[in-house]
């Protein structure tokens, strides 16, 4: 096992599947079967959830709306995501926290991160809702300072392409995969892996991050287990 202690972030897209917007079940209950795999071989997992699926407080703000408010908004919708991915993992058998950055008691903890660390200890999968808490930070900000708190590994980027591509691998067919890449590369290349401030947070903690395709089954244990999965950036 390659590496303990993981932070797993997935995009609120991740979540609808093919639909055009909310909640595929089948497709959560397939990323709860995935978890369930490595939880088994004794990792200690953190979940950081999007909320795009659902609400963009950036989509928002080009809509005419405040972009504070549509950030608490949006906010909200990783709340919804988390409360489904909870609800999945303990469909199963896997026991799990849910712990907001904005106190909703009868549904979450609050984040505290001695407590989260400790249910970590525990065998408990946490999942973090409601970013970090703040407007004007996405979730990548959340998946980072979280990782970088809770002492992870290495952040596991869950998305629906296979890794870091030369270019938009949706958009260009002949766009290349990096295996590895460094920090200072994905910068001076201007490519697309966290938005910026997430992305520092790593660079200046040292905190890997390995972006690979969470909807290819199997996958996420792969990684665990130390096969070249996606691609590292570090």
């Known amino acids: 096992m390659k590496y303990k202690r993981v932070l797993l ?19 959560i209950s397939k990323y709860a079967q995935q978890i369930k795999e490595i ?3 004794g990792v200690e997992l ?11 407080g950036v989509q928002a703000e080009q809509g005419g709306m405040d ?10 919708a990783t709340m919804i995501n988390a409360m489904a991915l909870q609800s999945a ?14 106190e909703m008691k009868e549904i979450a903890e609050p984040y505290i991160r001695r407590r989260a660390v400790r249910h970590l200890e525990k065998g408990r999968v946490v999942i973090f809702g409601a970013g970090t808490g703040n ?14 708190e809770i002492n992870a590994d290495v952040i596991l980027k869950g998305t629906r ?24 590369d994905v910068y ?10 997430a992305f520092t947070l790593c660079k200046e903690n040292d905190l890997p991050i390995i972006v690979f395709n969470m909807n290819t089954q199997g996958n996420l244990k792969r990684i665990i287990e130390g096969d070249k999965v996606g691609t590292i950036v570090a």
């Open 46 to 56: 953190a979940i950081v959830i999007g909320g795009g699926n659902i609400f963009r």
């Open 67 to 76: 972009r504070t408010h549509g950030d608490y908004m949006g906010m909200l």
């Open 135 to 148: 407007p004007f930070f996405t979730t990548d900000s959340a998946a980072s300072l979280r990782a970088i």
């Open 89 to 102: 993992l303990e469909a199963a058998n896997i026991d799990s926290r849910l712990m907001s950055a904005i």
């Open 9 to 27: 972030k997935l995009s609120g897209e991740a979540l609808m599947g093919d639909k055009q917007f909310g909640i595929d079940n089948a497709r």
């Open 39 to 41: 939880t088994e071989l």
């Open 161 to 184: 392409v296979n890794g870091v591509y030369t270019q938009d691998p949706e958009k260009d067919p002949l766009a290349k995969m990096y295996d590895t890449i460094s920090f200072d």
């Open 188 to 197: 001076s290349n201007g490519l697309n892996v966290m938005d910026m401030t």
